[in-house]
């Protein structure tokens, strides 16, 4: 005998489907500790080179939150050198050593796509998303952003657009 959901009892499991698929497919992207683009997993956090950046993601409007414990696997019991603390959109950079490292490693290191049309789940349906560094349009491949001190990165997925604000929290990092 087959059961047919009444309407409302179909779309969350729908819902609930979609929700479960799209958890094990962040838990199969996300990394364990192995070393991502040249970028290794560390018991602790590297002391010579710290400097922070800011990152704001937006789709159709909407702020996307940027993850606390990007860059902290649950499995490999480390910290890369690229990572966030809290869901503030601040990203630490704290390396062993002086290196260039780009929005690109940030992305690798939290297991999420970032292209010219997606930033993580944010995605736009047509064109490529808006870039801005330092409030000023970026044209090129996101990915190829470099990461100084106080670098201020906004994405946006789709209209409505809107001019970016500047970060000016950085809480004395």
């Known amino acids: 005998m087959r059961m047919t959901l009444p ?7 729908l819902a609930l489907s979609s929700l479960l698929a799209m958890g094990a497919v962040a838990l199969a992207a996300a990394p364990t500790g192995e070393t ?5 997993c560390d018991r602790a956090e590297g002391s ?21 414990d990007v860059g902290r696997p649950i ?16 990203i630490h950079v704290e390396a062993p050593a002086f290196r260039s490292f780009t929005l690109g490693n940030f992305f690798d290191i939290w297991g999420v796509p970032l292209s010219r049309t997606a930033a993580g789940a944010a ?6 998303l808006r870039v801005y560094v330092d409030l000023q349009p ?18 946006e997925a789709g209209p409505p657009y809107r001019n970016p604000a500047p970060f000016t929290d950085w809480q004395g990092q």
């Open 48 to 68: 010579v080179f710290h400097i922070h950046q800011h990152l704001a993601l937006f789709e159709h409007g909407r702020s996307v939150t940027v993850p606390d």
């Open 75 to 90: 499995v490999g019991q480390c910290l890369y050198w690229l990572h966030t603390h809290t869901a503030d959109g601040i």
């Open 138 to 155: 970026y044209r090129g491949d996101p990915r190829a952003i470099g990461l100084a001190q106080h670098t201020d990165i906004t994405l």
């Open 36 to 40: 991502i683009d040249g970028i290794r």
């Open 123 to 128: 995605r736009v349906k047509a064109g490529a």
């Open 7 to 13: 309407p409302r009892a179909r779309v969350v499991a």
